[in-house]
């Protein structure tokens, strides 16, 4: 059973009760639950999310190399801009939600050739392609703010996303045809092994 007990400082001033059971323990005990919650919670939130980038990046992972990994990552692009190019103006919502998805996956394959496999280009001597390559890129971002800021049931929209392809296209036959293949030609199987990690681990940063 508790029971109350008052308490006095040196001076004999009552400063009010406690019970002689374990009335604080019980908050602390409970304060300490609240917060393992609230930290279990976010572990939770951590893994939930490290788990979805998991999911984005493994189809590059498990390709197992680097110009593979990329190739692939050009083809779910031209996927998402056949399925833009057969919606129509009454489907504005099926329009953003691609575009979202397009945005999402050319950011991720940029930061992909930009932070890992454009500067291996340039150690090559490749230096004027790696640099056109990433100005490139910088057109790729003004086709997608043009997208977002016009009004995706209008005319202009898909003629838009018809020139935005055509530009990708060139830009990846490049890519694929002639510098990337030329690029792993000259490394060594250990340096393109390295080089397909690190652009993994960057591709995982932003999934």
């Known amino acids: ?20 059971g374990s009335e604080t ?5 409970g304060l300490g639950a609240l917060a393992g919650a609230v930290a279990g919670g976010a572990a939770l939130g951590v893994l939930a999310m490290l788990g979805r980038k998991a999911i984005v990046q493994a189809p ?15 083809k779910a692009v031209m996927k998402l801009f056949d399925a833009m190019e057969a919606t129509d103006e009454n489907a504005t919502t099926r329009r953003s939600v691609l575009l979202a998805q397009m945005k999402h996956a050319l950011m ?3 930061i992909e050739e930009e932070n890992v496999i454009y500067p291996a280009l340039r ?3 490749k230096q004027a392609e790696a640099d056109e390559l990433n100005k490139e890129h910088g057109y790729v971002k ?3 703010y043009e997208l977002e800021n016009m009004p995706n049931a209008s005319p202009e929209w898909l003629q838009t996303v018809r020139k935005f392809r055509a530009d990708i296209e060139a830009h990846v036959k490049e890519e694929e045809t002639d510098l ?7 490394l060594s199987e250990e340096k393109n092994k390295a080089l397909t990690l690190a652009m993994n ?6 999934a």
């Open 108 to 110: 991720k394959h940029a």
């Open 180 to 186: 990337f293949p030329m690029l792993r030609a000259t």
């Open 201 to 206: 681990k960057e591709g995982f940063k932003v």
């Open 123 to 125: 150690d090559a001597g």
């Open 25 to 29: 323990g019980n908050g602390s005990r």
């Open 60 to 74: 590059s992972a498990l390709a197992g190399d680097w110009v593979d990994a990329l190739v692939l990552e050009h």
């Open 142 to 144: 003004q086709y997608l």
């Open 1 to 20: 059973m508790t029971t109350a007990t008052e308490t006095r400082d040196k001076n004999g001033r009552f400063t009010g009760s406690k019970k002689d």
